[in-house]
C-alpha cells in the first residue's frame, strides 16, 4: 500500500464530508451567516488536510478496540460514532473562538455540533470506506478500514 493513497482516501473523504455537512449545520442550525461558515469552513481546511489520516488511523483504531477480531455492524456503526464525536469537537470549538463567536454562539454551535456529530459519525465512517473503496485496492486495506 502507498501511504500516499491512504492520506488523500482520508483527507479526501473528511474535506468532502465536513464542508458539506458543516456549512448546513452552521447556517440552518446554529444560524451563523454565510460568509461566517464560509470562513469556518476554509478555516477547517488546514485542519482537515492535516488530520485527515490521523482521524483515519484514530477511527481504525477504535473500531479495531471495539470490535475485536470480529466485526459487527453494530459495534463498527458505535465505533465510528465514538470516533467522529471525540476526533472532531475539539478543533470545532477552536475555529469557533477564532472567528470570533460569543461564548453563547460557542455553546450552542458545540451543543449543536455534538448532536450533528452523533448523526453523522456512521455515514461519515460508510463515507470514509467508500472514498478508499475507490482509491485503496481492496488488497491493501486492513478490515477496520473498509
Given amino acids: 500500500m502507498k ?10 473523504a473528511l474535506i468532502s464530508f465536513t ?8 447556517i ?6 454565510l460568509r461566517q461558515s464560509i470562513i469556518s469552513r476554509l478555516m477547517c481546511q488546514p485542519l ?4 485527515g489520516r490521523l482521524y483515519g488511523m484514530y477511527r481504525d483504531f477504535i473500531i479495531r478496540k471495539l470490535c475485536g477480531d470480529r466485526q459487527s455492524v453494530i ?5 465510528d460514532i465514538i470516533a467522529y464525536l471525540t476526533f472532531q469537537l475539539p478543533p470545532y470549538i477552536g475555529i469557533l ?7 453563547n454562539g460557542i455553546i450552542t454551535a458545540s451543543i449543536s455540533q455534538t448532536v450533528a456529530l452523533v448523526v453523522l459519525g456512521a455515514p461519515y465512517g460508510r463515507w470514509l470506506s467508500f472514498v478508499r473503496s475507490k482509491l ?3 488488497t491493501t486495506m486492513t478490515p477496520a478500514a473498509v
Fill in 136 to 138: 485503496i485496492p481492496a
Fill in 48 to 51: 482537515n488536510i492535516s488530520l
Fill in 19 to 26: 464542508v458539506v455537512t458543516g456549512m448546513f449545520i452552521e
Fill in 28 to 33: 440552518a442550525i446554529v444560524g451563523m451567516t
Fill in 75 to 79: 459495534k463498527a456503526t458505535l465505533g
Fill in 97 to 103: 473562538v477564532i472567528v470570533g463567536m460569543d461564548v
Fill in 3 to 12: 501511504p500516499g493513497r491512504q492520506w488523500l482516501a482520508d483527507t479526501l
